[in-house]
């Protein structure tokens, strides 16, 4: 009778394991799909300013000065790149993660990706954030600027930063609009936010992907 409900219990805590398993699935899934469109929200928000201080700055600066003729089409180092790995979510399933390394340079390839790391992190738990999500559109950007450089090599990559972004705006001249600027940190921000969106789009997919295992070891 002892190795009876022994068993009995057994296998009682091994269904309540895999209930809690199949309902933690659905909740990263619904959290995912949360995440997924206020980041949408929050792209959509981030371009739409950058394309309307991209056209403020135009109409200071003139048409002549910020036109595609002025670009340098001459072979240059990526001057921002995406790496993708393969996380392990089971036994059997692997996770694409997507990482964004921003003016990683050849002279410097570490010093930017950090900063973009970062951002990303942020922008992931501002996503996550109650009271954005209860405003309905979400300001990264503004939250990003805010974010505080606590030490020397926070400085020093702020700092490289900064000079890769006016050397990538030197080609409209020596003085530009602040409107260029701010529309090179809105796009830039958008860029990042897309990479957010991609995690949280290849967690949402894996999440519903064992759902439906769960759902197929069911039936049969």
Known sequence: MEGQDQTRGDEA?????????????????????????????????????????????R???????????????KLHSAAT?????????????????????????????TCCSEEAKFNEDKLQKNANSPQLRHRGTSQFSELLEKSPTSD???????NQIQKERSKSLSMFGTLV????????????????????IANMRSSMISAFDQIQKEMEDIKQ
């Open 81 to 109: 790149s995406l790496q993708v790995t393969q996380h392990d979510v089971g036994s059997m399933v692997k996770r694409p993660h997507f990482t964004l390394h921003k003016w990683s340079f050849p002279d410097d390839e």
């Open 13 to 57: 805590q091994q269904e309540k394991q895999k209930q809690e398993a199949e309902d933690e699935n659905v909740l990263q899934f619904l959290d995912s799909a949360d995440t997924f469109l206020t980041l949408m929200d929050s792209l959509s928000s981030t371009l739409r300013q950058g394309w309307l201080e991209l056209a403020s700055a």
């Open 152 to 158: 020397g090599s926070s400085l020093k990559i702020d």
């Open 59 to 73: 109409h200071s600066m003139g048409a002549s000065r910020i036109s595609s003729a002025l670009f340098d089409l």
């Open 177 to 196: 609009s602040p409107k260029l600027r701010a529309a090179q940190l809105s796009f830039e921000t958008a860029l990042e936010t897309l990479i957010v």
